[in-house]
Structure formats: C-alpha cells, structure tokens
C-alpha cells in the first residue's frame, strides 16, 4: 500500500491520477477535452476519488460492495481502483460534457455514483484496471490484443 500513495521523492498520487485519465482518454477522450475546456482539472476530483477509496462517491451499501473486491484483489487493488475511478468518470460522460462550468461539472462529479449502478461501475472499471501490475501494464495489453 506504501508504493501506491507514498513514496519519497516521488509524485505518486499524481502517477495514479495520470493513470485514471490516460484509461479515460483511451476510452472517450472527449470527456477530458471538455473538463479542460470548462477548467476542471482531473485532481480537483480524482484525488477525493483516489485518496478516500471511493468512499464518499457511493452510497454505503456501494462502498462495501467496491471494497470487499478491492481488498480481495491483494496487489490489484489500487490498479482496479483507477480502473473503477475511471469507469465511473466515463459513466458520468454524457452529464459532465453537458456541464457549462467549473462549479456545475464539480457537482456532477461529486454527486459521484450516487446516481449510477455501482454493480455497472465496477464492471467497467474492472475491465480497464484488472490485471495491470506497477511497470507491466504495457506487455499485458500487448498479450491481450
């Protein structure tokens, strides 16, 4: 859990939050043009998303369901939760790309998966980060295509 969020003399939150958005712009990168275009910032939200494990993004009930598959997935764990960080992200597309501003997108993306299935979330989420180990996501996405 160290390696994931501290590490000394490196940005490691901000690996993750380059992670989340490079599984978002390779799914729907139209989403992430539009919160630049608006000025939101992919941290202003993804780091309540990442440091709180979803927590606040999801009712309770929802939450539990994330962390039973999150702490059963042992060295996953964090890959699955940039992955369902950004399956709710793309979840959340079509309502953030109707946004007109800062304060409006904010709060389409506070109001988090309280909105959306967290069983749909997981789902795609899963899809994006299961598998990917720190250095060899690369070869496995080579050995899947």
């Known amino acids: 859990m160290q390696g994931s969020f501290i590490e000394s003399g490196d940005q490691s939150i ?3 939050i380059d992670h989340v958005t490079s599984l978002v712009a390779g799914e729907n ?16 939200f993804l780091v309540r998303w990442l440091r709180l494990l979803l927590s606040r993004e999801f009712p309770v009930g929802g939450v539990f369901f ?8 042992g060295d996953g764990a964090f890959h699955l939760l940039d992955g369902v960080s950004a399956g709710l992200l793309l979840s959340r597309g079509r309502e953030v790309c109707g946004c007109g501003g ?8 506070q109001d988090g998966g309280k909105s959306v299935s967290v069983r749909l979330v997981w789902a795609v989420g899963r899809g994006l980060g299961e598998g990917e180990g720190e250095g060899e ?8 295509l």
């Open 66 to 73: 994330l962390w039973d598959r999150f702490f059963a997935s």
């Open 29 to 44: 990168p139209a989403i992430l043009r539009h919160l630049s275009e608006i000025g939101v910032i992919p941290s202003m």
């Open 137 to 144: 996501g690369e070869e496995k996405r080579e050995g899947r």
């Open 102 to 109: 800062i304060a409006e997108a904010l709060g389409v993306l």
């Open 14 to 16: 901000t690996r993750r």
